[in-house]
C-alpha cells in the first residue's frame, strides 16, 4: 500500500546530541511537511519541501533543519536536543501545497529526551 | 487572525450517541475546512472536509455543519461506536497557505 513510513517509531537521546528522524513515501507527493505535536496539542509545523524547494515557518527554532535527497525521503535533523523538544515528530505528503490538498500522515516518531 | 478555536476539549457519549463539535475561526480568507481524526499513537488522517460554497457535507456518519455568517462550523458523528473514540482536530487554510489546526477535541464514547 501506499503509504508515509517514519523510522525510528520511537527515539531516545541524550540532552544535546544530536539525532535525526527519517521519512519515506510511495506516494510520489511533491510536499512534505514537518509537524512537532507535543501532549495534548495540535500539530505545530515545522517546515515543508515543495520538490527541493525549502519552506521554513517563522518560528522554527534553529536548532531543527531538514534534508530532502529525493521525492521520497526526508529528514529532520535535531543539532542539540534540548528537554523541551520531547515530542511526536509528524511527517506528511501532499501533491500540492498550500493548505488545499489532503495532507497524508506518516505514524510518527516519538522523541524522549533525558 | 489566524486562529482556528475548537471546543470542547474533551467529550464523552454513550454509544450510539451524536457528539457534536465545534470550530470558529477569524479571517474570512480561510476557504477549506477539513477535520483529522487521530488515534494514539498514530499520525492524524483526514475525516471529512468542506468548502464554504455548502453548509452541509455528509460522509457515512459524519457531517459537517457550515455557517459562512457566524464563521463557524462543525462536527456531529451520527449513531457513534467505541471505534469512534480518537482526538478529532478541525483546521482551516486558504489558497497558498498550509493548514491552521484547532488545539483538538478527545472524544471517548462509552461502550
Known amino acids: 500500500d501506499a503509504m508515509v513510513i517514519q523510522n525510528p517509531r520511537y527515539q531516545v537521546t541524550q540532552f544535546g546530541k544530536p539525532v535525526t528522524l527519517s521519512c519515506s513515501q510511495t506516494l510520489n507527493h511533491n510536499v512534505m511537511y514537518w509537524y512537532q505535536q507535543k501532549s495534548s496539542q495540535a500539530p505545530k509545523l515545522l517546515f515543508h519541501y515543495y520538490d527541493k524547494d525549502f519552506n521554513n515557518e517563522a518560528d522554527t527554532p534553529d536548532n531543527f533543519q531538514s534534508r530532502r535527497p529525493n521525492t521520497s525521503f526526508c529528514f529532520l535533523d535535531i543539532r542539540s536536543p534540548g528537554l523541551g523538544d520531547a515530542a511526536m515528530y509528524l511527517c506528511?505528503?501532499?501533491?500540492?501545497?498550500?493548505?488545499?490538498?489532503?495532507?497524508?500522515f506518516g505514524p510518527g516518531t516519538r522523541l524522549t529526551v533525558l | 487572525q489566524q486562529q482556528v478555536k475548537q471546543s470542547p476539549q474533551s467529550l464523552i457519549v454513550q454509544k450510539g450517541g451524536i457528539p457534536i463539535i465545534n470550530c470558529a475561526y477569524e479571517?474570512?480568507?480561510?476557504?477549506?475546512f477539513p477535520w483529522y481524526q487521530q488515534f494514539p499513537g498514530k499520525g492524524p488522517a483526514l475525516l471529512i472536509a468542506?468548502?464554504?460554497?455548502?453548509s452541509e457535507k455528509k460522509e457515512g456518519r459524519f457531517t459537517i455543519s457550515f455557517n459562512k455568517s457566524a464563521k463557524q462550523f462543525s462536527l456531529h458523528i451520527m449513531d457513534s461506536q467505541p471505534g469512534d473514540s480518537a482526538t478529532y482536530f478541525c483546521a482551516a487554510s486558504r489558497h497558498g497557505q498550509n493548514f491552521v489546526f484547532g488545539p483538538g477535541t478527545r472524544l471517548s464514547v462509552l461502550p
Open positions: 468542506i468548502r464554504p460554497d455548502v
Open positions: 479571517n474570512t480568507a480561510f476557504d477549506y
Open positions: 506528511a505528503t501532499s501533491r500540492e501545497p498550500g493548505g488545499r490538498d489532503t495532507q497524508y
